[in-house]
C-alpha cells in the first residue's frame, strides 16, 4: 500500500462500517473484503463490509422499517451534534452497506417473518433502491443486531487515501443461516479470520491493511467470542478516534488518542498509540514488532 502525504481540503464524508463476527471452532472471526485494486479508496487492502452514507439512507420511512426508535440509536452514537434522523441514517447505511458488499441482510418481515435475502438480492440487482426493497417486501431492518463500537475520522492529512471519512465503526454476528460473501464488483475476495491471524497475514504480506483495520484488528484479538466483543460494546460509548500523523526523521507515524503527541491523553482503544510507515515494507508497523500490537 502507497503511502499518500498530501494535506486534504475536502469535506468529510459520513460513513458507517459493520466488522461482522462469528464463533469458529478455535474462536472468534471476523470478516474481511479486498476492495477492488482499481478502487480510489483502499484499493487492494481489506476493509469490513461499509461505504459513504447515502442521502437516502435518512430518507427511510424509519417508523416503519426500523426495530427502534430514533432517540435510541442516536443516544447509542454518543454524538450530541447531529439530529436523531441523521443517527438512524447512520444506521440504515450500515446494514444497507452490509447488505449490498457481503449479501448478510439484517431485516425481519414486519409480521414477524424471515428474511428472503435472494429476493432481496435479486431485487437490488434489478436496480430497486434498497429503501424501495424494505418496503415492498415489508421488512424492518435489526438495528438491535448492530452496536456502535467506534468512530474514526481521517485528519486532515491523511497516509493511505486522499479522500477523507467519518466513518462509524459498528459490530454484529452474522445472522443464523445467511453467508457474508463478496460482491465481486466493488471487492474481489473475502475472508473469515480470526483477528490475530489476519494480523499475522498482513505481517507476513499476504495482505493489506489500512492502519484502522490494523488497530481494530488489534483490539478484536483480546475478545475470544462474538459475545464478548457485544458485551464490551454494550457496555460503553463508542469512542472517537482522530488519529493525528507526523512526521519523525523523514518517516510518516500515526498517533492515537493516549499517546504523549496526541492532543487527547485518555486512552481510547488497546493496543500501541502510535504506528510507524516502515518504506522498506511499504506498511504501518507498531515501533518493536508484531507483538506489540497485543501490548
Known amino acids: 500500500m502507497e503511502l499518500n502525504l498530501e494535506i486534504v481540503t475536502t469535506p468529510l464524508r459520513p460513513a458507517a462500517t459493520v466488522v461482522m463476527l462469528r464463533d469458529a471452532p478455535a474462536g472468534l472471526e471476523v470478516f ?12 487492494g487492502a481489506y476493509v ?10 435518512a430518507e427511510l420511512d424509519m417508523d416503519a422499517h426500523l426495530d427502534q426508535p430514533l432517540q435510541v440509536l442516536h443516544a447509542g452514537l454518543n454524538e450530541a451534534d447531529i439530529s436523531e434522523r441523521t443517527a438512524g441514517g447512520l444506521y440504515v447505511a450500515a446494514l444497507r452497506e452490509a447488505f449490498e458488499e457481503s449479501g448478510i441482510l439484517m431485516a425481519q418481515g414486519i409480521a414477524c417473518e424471515g428474511v428472503d435475502c435472494s429476493r432481496a438480492a435479486a431485487l437490488l440487482r434489478e436496480g430497486h433502491g434498497f429503501n424501495d426493497v424494505l418496503a415492498q417486501m415489508a421488512l424492518r431492518l435489526q438495528t438491535r443486531s448492530l452496536v456502535p463500537w467506534a468512530r474514526w475520522v481521517t485528519p486532515t492529512a491523511p497516509s493511505v487515501t486522499n479522500k477523507r471519512f467519518d466513518t462509524r465503526f459498528f459490530v454484529s454476528a452474522v445472522p443464523t443461516g445467511q453467508v457474508a460473501i463478496h460482491d465481486n464488483h466493488e471487492t474481489t475476495d473475502s475472508i473469515w479470520l480470526a483477528p490475530r491471524t489476519a494480523l499475522e497475514q498482513y505481517w507476513a504480506g499476504l495482505i493489506a491493511l489500512a492502519p484502522p483495520q490494523i488497530m481494530s484488528l488489534a483490539h478484536l484479538a483480546r475478545h475470544t ?6 458485551a464490551q460494546a454494550r457496555s460503553r460509548l463508542p469512542p472517537l ?17 493516549g499517546d504523549v ?6 486512552l481510547a482503544m488497546p493496543g500501541p498509540t502510535r ?6 515494507n511499504k506498511r504501518f508497523e507498531p ?5 506489540r500490537l497485543f501490548d
Do not use: W
Not at 469490513?48 to 439512507?57: C, E, S
Not at 467470542?225 to 457485544?230: Q, Y
Not at 504506528?275 to 522498506?280: G, V
Open 261 to 266: 503527541r496526541h492532543s487527547v491523553r485518555d
Open 48 to 57: 469490513f463490509p461499509g461505504g459513504k452514507v447515502d442521502a437516502l439512507d
Open 241 to 257: 478516534i482522530q488519529p493525528e500523523p507526523f512526521d519523525l526523521e523523514g518517516n510518516r507515524v500515526i498517533c492515537y488518542p
Open 275 to 280: 504506528l510507524y510507515y516502515q518504506a522498506l
Open 287 to 291: 515501533d518493536g514488532g508484531f507483538d
Open 225 to 230: 467470542s462474538v459475545d464478548s466483543v457485544m
Open 32 to 43: 474481511l473484503m479486498k476492495r477492488h485494486t482499481l478502487s480510489d479508496v483502499l484499493g
